[in-house]
């Protein structure tokens, strides 16, 4: 029974050849299966890789550190989780062929609203008598989360921290000054 024979047409294809084939099939499915979850860990980077080190112990000090680096920068579902695969096969060749790359968030890799919905106010007017900034205007507008939450995870100086007026004040300078 030799299976490479048979993958090369020299052979004739037999009973055992399939079930060796199917146990080969569903041992590459349960391994890939395991290294997507190990490697979707924070620590798998996080403690591993020395350029992610930085933002893996910011991370640890945020609000954050109970959700997974993926649920914020994967994208959802399993064409998602591919994606995210390949993505950091990527970032495995730079590591492996660089001495060093620097970690770059992507504001459009980052998921808020998986866990933040409840933030769009759809009611421009409700929310400003509530001094609360999360319209749909500004959304409209282009801009996303981190527009003005900027380094909220991965900044140990503004771990955890509101926005200040100054953050308001790139847009909104001349209203303000009225």
């Known amino acids: 029974m030799n299976l490479w024979m048979v993958l090369r047409g020299k052979e004739k294809l037999t009973g055992r050849h399939i079930v060796l084939l199917g146990a080969i099939i569903v041992f590459l499915?349960?391994?890939?299966?395991?290294?997507?979850?190990?490697?979707?860990?924070?620590e798998f980077c996080g403690s591993s890789c020395h350029e992610m080190n930085s933002t893996y112990q910011s991370w640890q000090m945020s609000a954050h550190k109970n959700v997974g680096?993926?649920?914020?920068?994967?994208?959802p579902g399993a064409i998602g989780l591919v994606k995210t695969k390949a993505k950091g096969m990527k970032e495995v060749y730079v590591h492996i062929t660089s001495s060093k790359i620097e970690p770059k968030g992507n504001e459009h890799d980052i998921n808020c609203y998986n866990c933040h919905q409840d933030k769009v106010k759809l009611n421009a007017d409700k929310a400003l008598a509530a001094k609360d900034p999360h319209t749909v205007k500004h959304f409209d507008n282009g801009m996303t989360c981190v527009t003005?939450?900027?380094?909220?995870?991965?900044?140990?100086?503004?771990?955890?921290?509101?926005?200040?007026r100054d953050t308001c004040a790139r847009c909104h300078l001349d209203a303000m000054q009225r």
């Open 29 to 42: 499915l349960i391994f890939a299966g395991w290294m997507a979850d190990y490697s979707s860990r924070p």
């Open 69 to 75: 680096c993926e649920d914020c920068h994967g994208e």
């Open 148 to 164: 003005c939450h900027s380094g909220l995870v991965h900044d140990t100086k503004l771990n955890n921290a509101v926005p200040s």
